[in-house]
């Protein structure tokens, strides 16, 4: 699996509010369909303080969203939450209008202290060649 800087959404970001976070990337792709294109959501770094965590695919028209649509969501369990796992969304979703940024959700009553992503189009996926 290649990750291509130009490509990436999130490098080990740390994910510390109880709160929405914008990946620290937004990508421009140009409107069409790029549903092809393999996707990588991965924690880096174990997650200990929240109850959850959900990830959303969230597109617009311009880069500063003044208009977002959301593509697809994931949630993932503490339990789930540790170094290596992926979340389930492993293409980008249909109906890209020009720009793609994550947002991610911690949810629970604990701010997360711990907890990283990475995140990004990838070359292909391990899931793709079983």
């Given amino acids: 699996m290649l990750l291509d800087s130009q490509n990436l959404f999130s490098d080990n970001q740390k994910i510390s509010k109880a709160s ?6 937004i990508v421009k792709f140009g409107k069409g369909d790029i549903s092809y294109l393999p996707l990588l959501i991965q924690v880096t770094n174990d997650f200990t303080n929240v109850e959850s965590l959900d990830v959303k695919v969230v597109t617009s028209a311009d880069e500063a969203f003044s208009e977002p ?5 994931s949630k993932l369990p503490l339990n789930a939450l540790k170094c290596g796992a992926i979340f389930p969304i492993t293409h980008m979703p249909s109906g890209n209008l020009g720009y793609i940024k994550l947002i991610y959700t911690p949810e629970g009553a604990s701010d997360e202290t711990t907890g990283c992503i990475t995140s990004g189009i ?5 899931t793709d060649f079983e």
């Fill in 122 to 126: 990838v070359s292909a996926l391990e």
């Fill in 69 to 73: 649509v959301e593509l697809a969501s």
């Fill in 20 to 25: 929405p976070a914008d990946s620290d990337n």
